[in-house]
T-cell receptor, first 115, second 116 residues
Framework: KAGVTQTPRYLIKTRGQQVTLSCSPI?????VSWYQQTPGQGLQFLFE???????NKGNFPGRFSGRQFSNSRSEMNVSTLELGDSALYLC??????????????FGPGTRLLVL | DQQVKQNSPSLSVQEGRISILNCDYT??????FLWYKKYPAEGPTFLIS?????DKNEDGRFTVFLNKSAKHLSLHIVPSQPGDSAVYFC???????????????FGKGTHLIIQP
């Protein structure tokens, strides 16, 4: 089975712009979660999508949003970029049907640099 | 407030010896714990997990121990190999008040260095 794929792998944007990141989960997986990794805060949960609906979200401002399509692919959007949004954005997929006791599998991440 | 803590930022172990990575948590609602390994510029790779109803889970060279009363878990790697050099993250998950599963809560990681 192919793993989780994320595009693009690297992005450079300037403050005030917006950005869209894409994630394709493992075939058959219906849950996609997004995480942000920064040197200061570590890995933090952004939100989870299941069957095209946001099912859970972490403590991030409304500038961070996402969506999921019928084929389970997901996109994450960040509007009005700030310097502090520079981070590695990771997508994780899981079946979504086993509650808290299921494993999430991560993609390689998208490295975003905001100048 | 950090709910998952890995108090050792780095750990150096000789090749062939046992590596023990530790993790403490504060949230008693966590019921599933995972260890991930991460290389620079890559996503975390799942290693091993344990449910709160167990106290030990083993997979090849990797064993995870869970002490619920102490809210402590550890990852043992025996024997340690050069390819094990990486950052190891402890993560925990529980159910949230809305009824669904919460996102993973991660520790800050421990950089394991295996010395030849």
């Amino acid at each position: 089975k192919a793993g989780v794929t994320q595009t693009p792998r690297y992005l450079i944007k300037t403050r005030g712009q917006q950005v869209t990141l894409s994630c394709s989960p493992i075939s058959g997986h219906r849950s996609v979660s997004w995480y942000q990794q920064t040197p200061g805060q570590g890995l933090q949960f952004l939100f989870e999508y299941f069957s095209e609906t946001q099912r859970n979200k972490g403590n991030f401002p409304g500038r961070f949003s996402g969506r999921q399509f019928s084929n389970s692919r997901s996109e994450m959007n960040v509007s009005t970029l700030e310097l502090g949004d520079s981070a590695l954005y990771l997508c994780a997929s899981s079946s979504g049907t086993s509650g808290s006791t299921e494993t999430q599998y991560f993609g390689p991440g998208t490295r975003l640099l905001v100048l | 407030d950090q709910q998952v803590k890995q108090n050792s930022p780095s750990l150096s172990v000789q090749e062939g010896r046992i590596s023990i990575l530790n993790c403490d948590y504060t949230n008693s609602m966590f019921d599933y714990f995972l260890w991930y390994k991460k290389y620079p510029a890559e996503g975390p790779t799942f290693l091993i997990s344990i449910s709160s109803i167990k106290d030990k889970n083993e997979d090849g060279r990797f064993t995870v121990f869970l002490n619920k009363s102490a809210k402590h878990l550890s990852l043992h790697i025996v024997p340690s190999q050069p390819g094990d050099s990486a950052v190891y993250f402890c993560a925990a998950r529980g159910m949230y008040s809305g009824g669904g599963a919460d996102g993973l809560t991660f520790g800050k990681g421990t950089h394991l260095i295996i010395q030849p």
